[in-house]
């Protein structure tokens, strides 16, 4: 018999889009499937909410694994929303258990789709990097237009966290372009574009230079995406190299269920968040770090697309200091120059 162990090593890496017509399936949808943190705290959040003759709607409904948990915790009709073709994966999905007649798929964009009654309950996993993402935008939408008053959504909350630290193979595999040559050729220009992106990897508490700190929450149902401003200060803790940022998030899924990105608690598909620094910059026990973090998921009244913007101002416990300025906006602007480059690249 072939037992399914969702913590082993996988021995097969990668699936390859030609010719499967179901890349979303056998890659993306069954690579979240085998995070049971993650997926275990969704469908164990759904229990616990759904009430039964529940109308809801599943934003980005994937294999359907949410829009079955649903149906099975009692809703009346699930509304199974998903842009890509493995909507249509998920229809059998729901035939096979005996819950097509609950679940109702819509095949397109969210923003682009009326739903024919309203819902008592969206739920959505389409938590992006460090939390809202892209999702954000999407959500808003959805609620705004469907959601009954004191209708509820899972995620209730998601807040997001950010810790300066030291992690030198992150920071090395970042600025691998600087004074190199690759293959005999110079590929310096690509350091800015390298410096001033975000990058998914796994980093640990030992990495910490200080305590962490929240810099932003958003809670749902809400009238709108607001970005996250937030200005931070960290006492450094321990003499180190400084080489960036560690951030994740925490999502509250209702029904006293937490789902946690942090290096403190179990991996999930996620990971962590690192913002390099464009400089590494030693530290010492008294230094002080000031961040001035901007999260924007949508784009801005000024055209700014979403983005993050790291600045961050160091003070020796000599009085000296230094300043950077980071922001995605710069990797951006570097790839397809104007018209991101005007005006200043704080969010809005
Ligand atoms: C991270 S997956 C989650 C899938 C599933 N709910 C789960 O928990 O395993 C998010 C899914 O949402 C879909 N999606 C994202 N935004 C959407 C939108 N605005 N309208 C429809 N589908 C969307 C994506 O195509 C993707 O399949």
Known sequence: MITYDPTAKPTIEYVPVAMTGQQSLMGFHRHLLDDPIRTKAFIDAVTKTVRNGDIVADLGTGSGILAMACARAGAKRVYAMESNEI?????????ANGLSEQVVF??????????PEPVDLVVTECIGLMGPGEMEGALNDLTRRHLKPNGRVIPASISQFLVPVEAARHFEYVHCWSNREVYGFDFSPLQAIASNNVYVAWLDTSSFLSDFQPVGSSAFPSTGSRPVNARLEFEVLRA???HGYCGWFEADLGGGIRLSAAPTDAPTVWKQVFLPLETGLSISVGTTIRTDFGFSTVASPNEQPPHLRWDTEVTWPDGSRRVLSQSTIKSIDACFGPPFARGNSRAQ
């Open 87 to 95: 909507i249509e994966a998920a229809r059998q999905l729901a035939h």
């Open 240 to 242: 180190g190299q400084f």
């Open 106 to 115: 819509l095949r397109g964009e969210s923003t682009r789709t009326t739903l």
